[in-house]
C-alpha cells in the first residue's frame, strides 16, 4: 500500500510537468511577433517612402512650413480630386490622388525630420487620411449614381467600408497595446491602384477593376489584421 500510495503522487507530477510542457510549445508556436514577409513588406514601404520624401523634406525643413499645414494640404487636393471626379475630368483626378497620396507621405517625413511629431498631429493625420479616401470614393459613387449602375454602386460602398475597416482595426489594435503592423494592402497600395483606375479610365472597365481591386484585398487585409490580433490576445 505504501509502494502504490508514493508512485502516484510521482506520476501526478511527472503528468503535469509534461502537460504543462506541451502547453508552453503550443504558445510558443503562435506568432507573436510579426512574421518575416510582413517584416519585408513593411520595410519595403518605409524605405521606399522615405527615398521619395527625404529629400524634400530636407528643403520645407528650411522653411516655415508645419506637417499639420502639409496634412490641411493633402486633404484639400482629395477634395479637389473628388470634385474633379463629380465634373468628369477623371484622368485630372487621377493625377491629383497621386500627388495627394505623395503630400500624406511628406507630411510624416517632415514631422520626423524636423522633430515635430506630436500625437495630435498622428491623430490628425490618420483622421484626415479616412476622409481623403472617402471623399474620392464618394465622388466616385456620385458618377455612377448619376448613371444609376446598381452593380458598380454597390462595388464602390463595399470598397469605402473595407478600407476604413482595415484602418480602423489597426487603431483600434494599437489603442490597447497591441502590434498591428501586419497587412498586405495599406493605405499606399489603396491609394495607387484607385489613382490608376482614374488613369486609365477609357479603358473599359478599368476603373471599375481598381475598385474590385480595392475592395478586395482591403477585406483580405483585414481579416489578416483581425486574426493577428486575436492571436496575440490569445496569448495574453
Known sequence: MNVR??????????????????????????????QPTVVRLSEIRKTVA???????????????ITPSTLTWFAFGLALGAAVLIITGHIFAAGL?????????LLDGALARYTNRATRFGAILDSTLDRLSEAVVLLGILVIYAREQQVAQILLVGVALLSSLLVSYIKARAEGVGLKCQVGL????????????????????????????????????????????????????
Open 50 to 64: 522615405h527615398r521619395f520624401t527625404k529629400p524634400v523634406a530636407r528643403l520645407l525643413a528650411r522653411t516655415a
Open 185 to 236: 494592402f495599406t493605405r499606399a497600395e489603396r491609394v495607387i491602384v484607385l489613382a490608376l483606375g482614374l488613369l486609365l479610365n477609357q479603358i473599359a472597365y478599368a476603373l471599375v477593376i481598381a475598385l474590385g481591386i480595392v475592395a478586395v484585398l482591403s477585406l483580405v487585409t483585414a481579416s489578416q489584421r483581425l486574426l493577428y490580433v486575436w492571436q496575440q490576445t490569445k496569448v495574453k
Open 96 to 104: 491629383v490622388v497621386l500627388i495627394a497620396g505623395f503630400f500624406d
Open 5 to 34: 500510495g508514493g508512485s502516484a503522487p510521482r506520476k501526478t507530477k511527472l503528468y503535469r510537468s509534461r502537460f504543462s510542457k506541451k502547453m508552453a510549445d503550443r504558445l510558443d508556436d503562435i506568432p507573436t511577433e510579426e
